[in-house]
């Protein structure tokens, strides 16, 4: 595969054995990682893309996010917690050593601009401030919504709102086979809004500076 920022295998190098990337203590290897985002970079890979299941909605940024939250996604998928059918298949087919030098890979990526930490995020309108307050979302996703108290857990600052307000409504989604996250604390978090309300606080932490990012490959640049 082609090298399509001059600095990553430098950086992948340093950081292959650094990385923890699960419970179990599986380490990632980020050099290795890089040799199997084939099926990702289609959709990752690819500044904008767009998925069209369940709906329209533009795929995360996952660049820059931390390899156990990735972990824990994919294992989420592979164990049918998380139902997306395309995201089933792919997850199904790695091993838990592919998933961990993936998740490290993607964490990796994200570093390579050294950009300053972020501060306690603004507030936004009333009805935002009202809505973060009420779902409690700093608890877990820190003030700034890019440091979770726990690795596990995502960072969502400035990530897609379309993707975010999809995601949020699987949450709320139960019975469909092919549609849903099964993940009790968002849950119950997201049954407490409204369509509208999730919505809202999707577009509110979207507009909020962040450190995801899609780093394109070279062929789709």
Same mark, same amino acid.
């Given at each position: 595969m082609k090298k399509f920022l001059p600095s990553l295998s430098i950086l992948l190098v340093a950081c292959a054995t650094a990385i923890s990337a699960n419970a179990q203590e599986i380490k990632g290897d980020a050099?290795?990682?890089e040799k199997k985002i084939a099926l990702c970079i289609g959709c990752h890979g690819i500044t904008g893309y767009q998925a069209s299941f369940p709906e329209v909605y533009k795929v995360p940024k996952i660049s820059g996010q931390s390899a156990k939250y990735i972990v824990s996604a994919l294992t989420a998928y592979k164990k049918a917690d998380r139902k997306h059918p395309?995201? &089933?298949g792919i997850a199904a087919g790695l091993s838990d050593q592919d998933i961990a030098d993936v998740a490290a890979y993607y964490e990796v990526l994200g570093k390579l601009d050294n950009?300053?930490?972020l501060g306690k995020a603004a507030e936004g309108n009333a009805m935002a401030a009202e809505l973060v307050k009420k779902g409690a979302c700093v608890t877990c996703h820190g003030d700034s919504f890019s440091k979770p108290i726990d690795p596990s857990y995502p960072k969502i600052a400035g990530q897609h709102a379309d993707y975010?307000?999809?995601?949020l409504k699987a949450y709320k989604t139960q019975g469909n086979a092919t549609w849903? &996250?099964?993940?009790p604390i968002m849950g119950g978090v997201a049954k407490q809004f409204?369509?509208?309300e999730l919505k809202e606080l999707a577009?509110?932490?979207s507009s909020l500076p962040g450190e995801l990012k899609t780093v394109p490959q070279a062929k789709f640049k």
């Open positions: 050099q290795a990682g395309t995201m &089933r950009a300053p930490a975010l307000f999809v995601a849903g &996250r099964g993940n409204s369509y509208a577009n509110y932490v």
